[in-house]
């Protein structure tokens, strides 16, 4: 009974917001809240803000049920295999590449994980020189804690959109300098819950 409500629960919000993709059973988990220069797509998979006026039906204000709360112990580094996707190797002028994060549950047991858009982080680098952080001029970042299946892999269905431009906390309104094309190369690298990913994505800007 536990099982199926909490299946119940991430399908209620699948069909919400449809952020991730799984290649085992349907899991999803949403993506982080993009600065201001990312792109509408990016920016439109923030969750949706609650109209404090609106009244709560009766059903929803009650305590949710114990049941519905995943229950597994917190998934550690050691179960967990992190790792940074692009959709691409090489992109073209004008074309802006698009981010991702993949989680595995590499144990033999479920375990639960906050992969709210608080817990994750996306950073390009060139060399040593970080370019672009998602958190510099990240909005209304939130929680979300979520059962992980043994075995199970997720992966971002809505990925967040990195517009060739170097963040800061400071220009999160102004203007920013482009990265530089030509076939410089960048390296993704990602983190949820404070756990960085295994590897780097490699790609190429023309």
């Known amino acids: 009974m536990l099982t199926a409500l909490i299946v119940v629960a991430g399908l209620v919000w699948l069909f919400i917001a449809q952020p991730w993709q799984s290649s085992a059973s349907t899991q999803t988990l949403p993506v982080s809240s993009p600065s201001p220069s990312s792109s509408p797509s990016a920016s439109e998979s923030a969750a949706p803000e609650t109209d404090a006026e609106t009244p709560v039906p009766e059903a929803e204000a009650e305590e949710p049920a114990p049941e519905l709360t995943p229950s597994a112990e917190p998934c550690i580094a050691a179960d967990?295999?992190?790792?940074?996707?692009?959709?691409?190797?090489?992109?073209?002028?004008?074309?802006?590449?698009?981010?991702?994060i993949r989680l595995t549950n590499q144990s033999t047991t479920d375990c639960t994980l906050n992969v709210g858009t608080s817990a994750q982080a996306f950073t390009i680098s060139s060399g040593p020189d970080i370019w672009w952080r998602s958190t510099d001029c990240q909005t209304e970042p939130s929680d979300m804690t979520v059962l992980l299946s043994a075995g199970q892999q997720v992966t971002s269905a809505t990925p967040l959109t990195w517009d060739r431009t170097r963040s800061s906390v400071d220009t999160c309104q102004g203007d920013r300098p482009q990265a530089a094309g030509g076939g410089a190369t960048y390296r993704l690298s990602v983190a949820i819950g404070?756990?960085?990913?295994?590897?780097?994505?490699?790609?190429?800007?023309?």
């Open 80 to 100: 967990l295999l992190i790792e940074a996707v692009t959709d691409q190797t090489v992109y073209a002028a004008g074309q802006n590449p698009q981010l991702s």
């Open 194 to 206: 404070g756990l960085s990913s295994s590897n780097t994505a490699a790609f190429q800007l023309e």
